[in-house]
């Protein structure tokens, strides 16, 4: 969940940043550094662990200056160490970048700068972005359009903001995708950005927010935000209130749509100190499996309510076909009401968002009783349920306040499958080429999920066709029959509309009976190993009468012909399929519940944390 501060004006850089790094350490991460402009030079400091080692550093070294970045990081590429810690400086020591995302094509770029004699000081993905910038202006370039050309090399989603002492009196910054927010903060001749904005709420409420694709450069006194292209960009000047619950919805007009839109962010973090890109293997920290004992794994059961339960159902495709465990995914709230059979060589595995779930809670004892082992999924640190696994995988989608669980169910599919590639790896269920190439997927989730996400507005305009509807049926098949059950869920939850969500093979065996003029029927009809079958269901519905809803991959123009609606996503591999599949679903819950004039953060009767029977 890393960080980004940064600072142009006539005060002391280094106080500002340090304070506004203190300010986002409840995002997670394993190290931290600061670049300021010092005498003319770039001056560095890094290190290790928690902020305070960097405070301390910055305390026997001291920095001062009035421009410069900071950065907390969670590891991607290379281990947590002073060395990958950013900011990360060209080797002429004249640019310095910090980075927030994936740089999905690292590889070739890494290759290409080293066939020209660059030598690399870390293992990361970012140094590549650092020493293009400095080609670019070493041929010329201004610091923007170097910055600018860059960006256009990169694949994936990204927050980045370059500094040069080759013009030191400015600050560049560009957003693609969903990787992290950029915020800037306009100040009395001094301008502020982060990637956050708690950072600096306490030094101005004036604030500007980049949209993908865009990029702005900031001076002291001013700031010129334009597109990747060159287009110029009249940005809209928000003023933030320091009400702190207005202040952390930030541009969104609910905590619901801002953690939709965090997503990509709260994927990229999922991948954080976790997968080895560079060397294509998985550590998950807190849960630790020898080769010996995955290989003695007879049998997973995942344990979850509600929409962590659907999360598991999601889960299961993605550890049998990795890993050839069976799994079982049972509902919290049952699972104790049985005489389970669990032995020695059973894991069972508690996804659970708060981690006090009683009803998981309840299971998981149940679990332990039984002597199987005990996994957890969880986002909230230090919950009941953490405390009582023998090994957890943190969700780290950062704070879910909106009731309805969007962030931390994709994020616990994302948790399932790294538990299914390290179970694999350690099984040798999966060859290398295989591990690589589930990992180059994994790479390029946030910048997909980050597509879905500019596609919003299409999802608004549905609603408002759909919003005085008072039935929906949601059809999906294999994997993404789960994401059928959360994605009528959500309707139910926020916008109170009944709505079912049914394996489409199972339309005839009763639901076809309610379809008709006024049933719209949402179907997941995705360019897979089951679209046929889809698209047979899709003509069932409208030949009773329904209105048909097809959520589709790009360029699929066969399924228009065949339904009155269209949504459409980018072609995503099919084990990660319902991560792209679901949020459209949740855009269009939220927006149906918007229209309604539901209360979408609280909707009635539900709690985020369910912890009575």
Wanted: one cysteine or more; aromatic letters at 6%; proline letters at 4%.
């Amino acid at each position: 969940m890393c960080g980004i501060v940064g600072y142009i004006g006539p005060r002391d850089a280094t106080p500002i940043i340090l304070n506004g790094l203190q300010r986002l350490e409840y995002r997670g991460y394993d190290s931290a550094g600061i670049a300021v402009m010092q005498k003319g030079e770039i001056a560095i400091r890094r290190d290790v662990g928690k902020l305070g080692n960097l405070v301390r550093l910055v305390g026997e070294e001291p920095l001062n200056g009035r421009i410069g970045i900071g950065h907390t990081r969670w590891a991607t590429h290379g281990v947590p160490s002073s060395r990958n810690a950013h900011p990360h400086i060209s080797a002429s020591g004249r640019t310095v970048v910090v980075h927030n995302g994936i740089v999905e094509n690292f590889r070739e770029l890494r290759a290409e700068l080293e066939a020209e004699g660059i030598q690399f000081a870390s293992d990361t993905d970012t140094e590549t972005i650092v020493h293009l910038v400095q080609r670019e202006i070493d041929a010329g370039c201004d610091v923007t359009e170097a910055t600018r050309r860059t960006a256009h090399r990169l694949r994936g989603a990204h927050a980045i903001v370059v500094l040069s002492a080759d013009q030191p009196d400015r600050l560049v910054a560009v957003r693609i995708g969903n990787a992290g927010g950029v915020a800037l903060g306009i100040g009395d001749q001094e301008m502020f950005i982060a990637s956050d904005i708690p950072a600096i709420l306490e030094h101005t409420r004036r604030m500007v927010f980049l949209e993908s694709r865009q990029m702005v450069t900031l001076t002291c006194d001013a700031y010129q935000v334009q597109t990747l292209d060159g287009a110029m960009v009249d940005a809209e000047l928000h003023n933030i209130p320091w009400d702190p619950v207005s202040a952390a919805r930030g541009e969104y007009k609910h905590f619901m749509q801002k953690e939709i839109h965090e997503q990509a962010r709260a994927l990229t973090d999922t991948l954080r100190g976790r997968v080895d890109f560079q060397h294509g293997r998985i550590e998950l920290g807190d849960l630790t499996i020898s080769p010996e004992e995955a290989k003695r794994l007879k049998r997973i059961v995942t344990v979850a309510c509600g929409t962590s339960a659907y999360s598991g159902l999601v889960g299961k495709f993605m550890i049998e076909e990795l890993t050839r465990i069976p799994v079982e995914v049972d509902y919290g709230s049952e699972y104790r009401y049985r005489d389970p059979i669990l032995d020695s060589d059973c894991a069972v595995l508690a996804i659970t968002q708060s981690g006090e779930t009683v009803d998981t809670l309840a299971a998981m004892e149940e679990a332990r009783n039984k002597g199987a082992r005990l996994w957890s999924i969880v986002n909230a640190i230090g919950s009941q349920a953490m405390r009582l696994s023998d090994g957890f995988i943190t969700m780290q989608a950062g704070p879910e306040i909106g009731v309805a669980s969007t962030k931390a169910f994709t994020s616990s599919i994302a948790d399932q499958y790294l538990l299914a590639l390290y179970l694999a790896q350690q099984r040798g269920t999966l060859t290398s080429e295989e591990m690589i190439a589930h990992l180059q997927d994994l790479a390029r989730l946030p910048d997909l999920v980050g597509q879905v996400l500019e596609r919003e507005k299409v999802v608004e305009e549905l609603a408002a066709q759909l919003y005085h509807y008072t039935d929906f049926l949601y059809l999906g098949r294999g994997i993404n029959y789960p994401i059928a059950l959360e994605g009528a869920l959500k309707l139910k939850e926020i916008s109170y509309i009944h709505a079912e969500g049914y394996p489409a093979g199972e339309m005839k065996h009763g639901p076809i009976a309610l379809i008709d003029e006024h049933m719209p029927v949402l179907a997941i009809t995705l360019k897979d190993s089951v679209y046929d079958k889809m698209l047979s269901q899709v003509e069932q519905a409208k030949s009773r009468g329904g209105i048909v809803i097809a959520l589709a991959t790009d360029g699929d123009e066969l399924i228009r012909q065949k339904a009155d609606h269209v949504i459409y996503v980018p072609e995503t591999p099919p084990l990660l399929s319902p991560l792209i599949s679901v949020i459209p679903l949740q855009l269009l819950a939220y927006h149906i519940a918007v229209w309604r004039g539901a209360d979408v953060d609280q909707p009635r009767n539900l709690a985020k944390s369910v912890t009575v029977e």
